[in-house]
RNA sequence: UCCUCAGUAGCUCAAUGGUAGAGCAUUCGGCUGUUAACCGAAGGGUUGUAGGUUCGAGUCCUACCUGAGGAG
């Protein structure tokens, strides 16, 4: 049994860009899809009801290394998994470490068996091998868990990149191995997915992409974006894969992106993408909108009535000023963050929405056009 | 009227007689599988005023101005 069933309705004729259905075990999800990032167990800012009735967030990413962290794997288990945790009645994707193995790199030590981290909390040392992160996501009850792998940052040598991917495809067949052995007569649907790196190399990506196919897993993810390469080549990289990786599997880019860049992973075959930038730039005070983006600490914006975007119908924008969410930001008022990621977070969903109904409606080429035509004039 | 204390960046305050700084505020920039309600930069000064001592004064001396407290 499949645990999750990818299923696609409809393909833009022009682009690689599909419309489909994730059946998971915690509902449907309408793809393509943005997922929040929940990494300690909460979209920082917004509650369960504001993402799932509100906004209609139907899945969540959390981390297996800051929940491992604190509070510990076992505590949520013993507390019946992370959905009830945190209370939260749809899917969640959660990251294997294998993002800290960048952003903590100062923390931590590579090794063929895994990762050896140093908490950032106590510097205690905790062990991470393909085999663990599988139990620690599983004791979680995530939906979709993402195999170990090895996020290098930019630039490396193609040498350091080629030994880097072939060890996050080593892991990759141990984590797959250890994840069917234990599901062997699970009642419970679950779902591995592996990681395609190979840095800003194509033909890496490449034999990557297809090492992992031969796991026959039920998605594939395209990580190792997004940290510090020139944009254009985030999206070549996923070009580089998208012919290898099957198409009847959701495709997964982690870690992306600006707004206007969402259509074009879409029109890249992707399925489902993550980004901390809408949750966290709302906190810092850079707000996204259908003309662009607002910085509300702008002192333009002091008296300025109007909503952060006159065509935004979320919570913030039907209630709240571009000056009193400037006053609110200039205090350090928690209220802030709370009505800023609540509008952020609904951007970046009805920019999926949007791109969902195009492709369905046969006019996504259309779209991408409009976007890109939107995007360069905000840079000119 | 006298005594004491204090006057330094918009604010609160540092600075052995030796290149006037910090925090906050202001203005701006950054943030991409969250160590991030975070990080960074810039602008901003006749050191209350006028003299004096000194190679050199925010600092020591004198007078005055302003404020706070006290005495009468």
Redesign the pocket.
């Known amino acids: 049994m499949r645990g999750v069933k990818f299923e696609v309705v409809a393909e833009c004729p022009e682009t690689r860009a599909r419309a489909g259905l994730l059946h998971t075990p915690h509902g449907v999800i309408e793809t393509p899809v943005f997922m929040?990032?929940?990494?300690?167990a909460t979209?920082?800012?917004l509650s369960e009801r504001d993402l799932d009735e509100d906004l209609g967030a139907r899945i969540l990413?959390?981390?297996t290394?800051?929940l491992y962290i604190r509070p510990g794997h076992e505590l949520i288990r013993k507390l019946g998994g992370l959905h009830r945790f945190m209370a939260w009645k749809n899917a969640i994707l959660t990251?294997?470490?294998?993002?800290?193995?960048?952003?903590?790199s100062?923390?931590r030590k590579i090794s063929e068996h895994g990762v050896v981290f140093q908490s950032?909390?106590d510097g205690s040392p905790h062990q991470f091998t393909p085999q663990s992160t599988v139990d620690v996501q599983l004791a979680l009850g995530s939906d979709i868990l993402?195999?170990?792998?090895?996020?290098?940052e930019y630039p490396v040598s193609h040498e350091y990149a080629r030994e880097s991917m072939q060890r996050t495809v080593r892991w990759a067949r141990q984590a797959d191995e250890h994840f069917r052995k234990r599901m062997e007569g699970s009642q419970t649907g679950h779902a591995l997915f592996p990681?395609v790196?190979g840095s800003m190399f194509p033909d890496l990506r490449r034999e990557c992409a297809q090492a992992l196919v031969e796991l026959d897993a039920d998605g594939y993810?395209v990580?190792?974006?997004?940290?510090?390469e020139p944009?254009p080549l985030?999206l070549e990289m996923v070009e580089a894969t998208e012919q290898i990786l099957p198409s009847d599997r959701p495709r997964y880019a982690?870690?992306?992106?600006?707004p206007a860049?969402l259509a074009e992973y879409v029109a890249r075959g992707i399925d489902m993408m993550?980004?901390?930038?809408?949750?966290?730039?709302a906190?810092?005070?850079?707000l996204f909108t259908s003309a662009g983006r607002i910085?509300i600490?702008?002192?333009?914006y002091?008296d300025d009535e109007r909503p952060i975007d006159e065509k935004c119908k979320c919570y913030t924008c039907t209630r709240y000023s571009r000056a009193y969410l400037r006053h609110l930001f200039?205090s350090?008022e928690?209220l802030?963050?709370v009505l800023a990621?609540r509008h952020n977070i609904r951007r970046y969903l009805d920019i999926m929405h949007g791109i969902r109904r195009a492709i369905i409606a046969n006019s996504f080429a259309d779209y991408l056009r409009c976007v890109r035509q939107a995007s360069a004039e905000e840079a000119g």
């Open positions: 929040p990032v929940g990494t300690q979209v920082k800012g990413l959390a981390n290394y800051h990251d294997s470490g294998g993002f800290q193995v960048f952003s903590l100062g923390l950032h909390l993402m195999a170990l792998d090895e996020c290098p990681i790196q993810a990580g190792g974006l997004s940290v510090g944009r985030s982690m870690g992306v992106g600006m860049e993550d980004c901390v930038l809408p949750s966290r730039n906190r810092n005070g850079y910085i600490k702008h002192a333009r002091r200039q350090g928690i802030y963050a990621t």
